[in-house]
């Protein structure tokens, strides 16, 4: 071989090929190029390409960002969220916490896709922008082991000039929903899982210094209260440079196309968009764009036989908020992680057992968060239910701060788990990534749902004329309406018992904590549990005594 041909073919090899240069490509790359990894960064367009996003960053992202090392002077920063629906407007800071900060921001994704693969760049990841990547390369095993590219037509500098093969250990496809690498080795979609849609314009507005990102979750056909109630929900919010990104977004809890036409609603919502935010057609900057949100894991497995899949092309948007760059981020600091390791073991066995703790890894981060997620999205698709959940659960302050709570903490906050794979040591706070208040926020949402949903029912299908049968005694054997009769006496022995099994049930409550800490409590706990049963027993045996259990 000439030394030409072998420093071409060096150019070709690497230790990892990353394909696609957004939030995960970038955050793998960069992250793998500070563990001292040869990555190659393959990118199908010139860097500054618009894509179809929120654009907004949570504090999850932030803290991801942070970690990077990403510059983020200058970028719009916001203060919380700003909720609208069921007729109340509230507002909801970010929490300060030990693992994140109070702010998140918002970035034009042309921008901030831009900055992060000019930092994995700048960190020694070998980035090549204006390559088509056209499939992988696999060995008679079918394991991948490169990918083949050529150059991106209308391009005016590619970075290669003919098609090419690259080749490396370690293949990673972060090209997004289309998810071209996973779809060509057989890893489909899962049609099961929640999959969305999302509408997005720019517009140039005197309230481009709002330091809110607004969320509508409330998406009417028309005029507020006067038109159809659609299944999804519409945000706004500044991206700094005076412009503001407007969008909706819809779920489904399959994978299937919904026959709505969110384009025509997003005209007919801006119609209805308070004047002050400006948003006519002499202020909107670019086209209305849209594209669909893979969610909750909807393509798997993340990693097997050298092919990872990150951010997007894993389904690892939030069905919750339709959040996905924290997600990304995250998953290309995962795998990084993972890779680095791999790279270490001297044997083919030890490398495939380290790699295969990135999908572990990741389900330990996000893998319960998105099975509530699915429940989540099989309510709301439903607008009476979303309707119901906003006009009764934004006035709850304690819950809504709840709500706000969990889209800061579920992303990449530090667990006390022991023998966690390919993560780092816990923080002081314990936050866990899966926010433990998510579940309360799911079961009060069941329980209101049902609880209203119940009643509601009930005043349908129930009859509406008395009858005997309906005034008959019941159960206790007490008449419900005793007559009045000038000497007669209300008998409340029915209640007077079944008040005093409540009393004792909620007293029995608070053995749960108990229980779960049973094992570290030892023979103090156990006295105290034997002391706790025998004071709640004091009463009973007094009322008992007393008659108070005689029926009469």
């Known amino acids: 071989m000439t030394q030409a041909a072998a420093q071409s073919s060096a150019s070709t090899t690497a230790d990892v090929i990353v394909v696609g240069a957004g939030p995960a490509g970038s955050s793998a790359a960069y992250h793998m190029a500070t563990l001292g990894l040869d990555v190659i960064l393959l990118e199908k367009q010139e860097l500054g390409r618009d894509k179809v996003c929120g654009d907004g960053l949570t504090p999850s992202a932030v803290r991801e960002l942070v970690s990077m090392g990403v510059d983020t002077s200058g970028w719009q920063r916001n203060r919380g969220l700003r909720v609208i629906g069921g007729g109340h407007l509230l507002h909801f800071p970010w929490p300060e916490q030990a693992s994140f900060p109070s702010y998140g921001m918002a970035r034009p994704r042309a921008l901030l896709d831009r900055d992060l693969a000019e930092h994995a760049a700048a960190a020694g ?69 929640p999959m969305g849609v999302a509408v997005r314009a720019y517009f140039r507005s005197p309230r481009a210094k709002d330091a809110w990102m607004e969320s509508r979750l409330e998406l009417w056909d028309g005029k507020p209260g006067k038109s ?9 919010w500044s991206v700094g440079e005076g412009l503001v990104n407007v969008g909706l977004g819809s779920v ?5 196309a919904t026959a709505i036409d969110y384009r025509a609603v997003f005209n007919r919502w801006m119609d209805n968009v308070p004047a002050s935010w400006g948003f006519t057609k002499e202020n909107q900057v670019g086209g209305l764009v849209s594209a669909a949100l893979p969610m909750a894991f909807n393509r798997k497995p993340h990693y097997a ?48 057992q380290v790699l295969s703790q990135y999908p572990k890894a990741l389900s330990a981060e996000m893998g319960g968060y998105y099975t509530l997620g699915r429940v989540f999205v099989a309510l709301i698709e439903h607008p009476e239910v979303m309707r119901l959940c906003t006009r009764y659960g934004l006035p709850r302050k304690r819950l809504m701060k709840l709500v706000t709570k969990a889209p800061v903490r579920r992303v990449g906050a530090p667990r006390r788990r022991r023998n966690r794979p390919l993560h780092p040591a816990p923080d002081k706070d314990g936050a866990g990534s899966m926010n433990p208040y998510a579940s309360l ?57 079944g008040m005093t099994f409540i009393i004792f049930d909620v007293e029995v409550v608070f053995l749960y904590p108990w229980a779960t800490a049973f094992g570290r409590l030892g023979f103090f706990g156990l006295g105290a549990a034997v002391l706790f049963i025998g004071l709640i027993t004091v009463p009973y045996i007094l009322e008992w005594r007393r008659g108070g259990l005689d029926w009469d």
């Open 305 to 352: 036989d050298g092919l990872m899949l990150l951010g997007d092309a894993g389904g690892m948007v939030s069905p919750f908020n339709g959040e996905g760059i924290a997600q990304a981020l995250l998953s290309g600091r995962l795998a990084a992680q993972a890779a680095a390791q791999a790279a270490a073991r001297s044997t083919t066995s030890g490398r495939e």
């Open 228 to 236: 159809d109630l659609l299944p999804g929900y519409g945000w706004i």
């Open 125 to 193: 990841a070998r980035l090549l922008t204006g390559v088509t990547v056209t499939g992988p390369v696999t060995s008679p095993t079918g394991r991948v082991t490169g990918v083949e590219a050529r150059p991106t037509n209308r391009v005016a500098y590619p970075g290669i000039e003919a098609p090419t093969t690259f080749t490396a250990p370690l293949v990673i496809d972060a090209g997004g929903v289309s998810a071209r690498l996973a779809t060509a080795v057989g890893r489909t979609k899962n049609e099961r899982r």
């Open 252 to 256: 489904s809890s399959r994978a299937s």
């Open 441 to 497: 926020l799911i079961m009060a949402a069941l329980a209101l749902v049902v609880a209203v949903g119940g009643l509601a029912l009930s005043a349908i299908v129930s009859p509406t004329r008395r009858n005997r049968v309906k005034v008959a005694n019941y159960e206790c054997g007490i008449d419900p309406t005793p007559a009045n009769t000038e000497h007669g006496r209300f008998p409340v022995s029915f209640y007077l018992v």
